[in-house]
T-cell receptor, first 117, second 116 residues
Framework: AQKVTQAQTEISVVEKEDVTLDCVYETRDTTYYLFWYKQPPSGELVFLIRRNSFDEQNEISGRYSWNFQKSTSSFNFTITASQVVDSAVYFCALSELNSGGYQKVTFGTGTKLQVIP | DAGVIQSPRHEVTEMGQEVTLRCKPISGHNSLFWYRQTMMRGLELLIYFNNNVPIDDSGMPEDRFSAKMPNASFSTLKIQPSEPRDSAVYFC??????????????FGPGTRLLVL
């Protein structure tokens, strides 16, 4: 069975600090996809990134970067020079095919990030 | 392009009343998902449609919940009768295809339901 663990329930950092959000996953499949979503206080879920299991290259987008390591089944998310607008709940998700050939997505429980000015 | 559209955004009702939540997926997307989010249980998948056909409804809590997708651009989630424990945020999401396992789900703004 697939599983996503976000062990950090809440993190507080002071503005301009770097912060890393951890995500550890479990799956038996060799083909799968990993996602990060952001849920700001306004409540919507915003897609941030998608990664497939065959692409372990790290990704950087502005102040955001993602480190995918299959050896440790982790897909960690780092925010550099955090800002107050980064305050949100961040969800990691794992997607793979179920036995019927359809997408099955499992979300982690989320990490609440508070950036203090 | 417009994103996923949900209505209403907020709903307050009394226990026992029928509640209908609506969703319009992104045009061209053929998979639609209904999720429920609560503090206690996080994000739970309720039901998943592909090409308007329910594929997985194992997450639907009980017979009080029903979902339909009469066409590619509209879906409803109905609770009848509603109970206070149904209070939650209900999200609709859509993706381009259901196969392959890697399609990104795009979420609507959610409907915040409060059952008194």
């Amino acid at each position: 069975a697939q599983k996503v663990t976000q062990a950090q329930t809440e993190i507080s950092v002071v503005e301009k600090e770097d912060v890393t959000l951890d995500c550890v996953y479990e799956t038996r499949d060799t083909t799968y996809y990993l996602f990060w979503y952001k849920q700001p206080p306004s409540g919507e879920l915003v897609f941030l990134i998608r990664r497939n299991s065959f692409d372990e290259q790290n990704e950087i987008s502005g102040r955001y970067s993602w480190n995918f390591q299959k050896s440790t089944s982790s897909f960690n998310f780092t925010i550099t020079a955090s800002q107050v607008v980064d305050s949100a709940v961040y969800f990691c998700a794992l997607s793979e095919l179920n036995s019927g050939g359809y997408q099955k997505v499992t979300f982690g429980t989320g990490t609440k990030l508070q950036v203090i000015p | 392009d417009a994103g996923v559209i949900q209505s209403p955004r907020h709903e307050v009702t009394e226990m026992g009343q029928e509640v209908t939540l609506r969703c319009k997926p992104i045009s061209g997307h053929n998979s639609l998902f209904w999720y429920r989010q609560t503090m206690m249980r996080g994000l739970e998948l309720l039901i998943y449609f592909n090409n308007n056909v329910p594929i997985d409804d194992s997450g639907m809590p009980e017979d009080r919940f029903s979902a339909k997708m009469p066409n590619a651009s509209f879906s409803t989630l109905k609770i009848q009768p509603s109970e206070p424990r149904d209070s939650a945020v209900y999200f609709c999401a859509s993706s381009r295809t259901g196969g392959g396992g890697g399609e990104t789900q795009y979420f609507g703004p959610g409907t915040r339901l409060l059952v008194l």
